[in-house]
Each structure stands twice: as C-alpha cells, then as structure tokens.
C-alpha cells in the first residue's frame, strides 16, 4: 500500500488529485472517466464523486492497488 501525505496546512485532498499524485491514473480526465465508471473505492466502499475529500486514515483503491491518506 502506499501512501500519501497531505500538505502541511491541508485538510484533506480530492480523490480525482490523489489518484494523479499516487500515479494510479495518468491525468484528470482519466481519473473523473474511471471514478465515474465506479472502478474506485473508499474505505471499501465505491466512490462516484471525482471531488470527495480524503483525510488522514482515508484508504481508496483502484485497479488492484491501494493509497493511505496521511497527515
């Protein structure tokens, strides 16, 4: 599993940006076109929502891999 840290003075980040930062996905559209096909999870559960906000102890999943959000 591998993970991200959030930046030093944000809250959270959108899934659509997390998987661009995790290098699951190669750019926005795709990652909007793979949320909305409900090809990924949050904490288990699918995700339809490009924008949902991820924080500290969030897990998403796609494609067989997996990111923890870290403070």
Do not use: H, P, W
């Given at each position: 599993m591998?993970?991200?840290?959030?930046r030093?003075?944000?809250e959270?980040?959108?899934l659509?940006?997390?998987?661009?930062?995790?290098?699951?996905?190669?750019?926005?559209?795709?990652?909007?076109?793979?949320?909305?096909?409900g090809?990924?999870?949050?904490?288990?559960?699918?995700?339809?929502?490009?924008g949902r906000?991820?924080?500290?102890?969030?897990?998403?999943?796609?494609?067989?891999?997996?990111?923890?959000?870290?403070?």
């Amino acid at each position: 599993m591998d993970s991200i840290k959030l930046r030093q003075n944000d809250e959270f980040i959108k899934l659509g940006q997390a998987l661009k930062a995790a290098g699951l996905v190669g750019s926005g559209v795709e990652a909007k076109e793979v949320i909305q096909d409900g090809l990924v999870t949050v904490n288990q559960e699918v995700e339809m929502r490009r924008g949902r906000k991820l924080y500290d102890g969030d897990i998403a999943a796609f494609d067989g891999k997996e990111i923890k959000i870290e403070k």
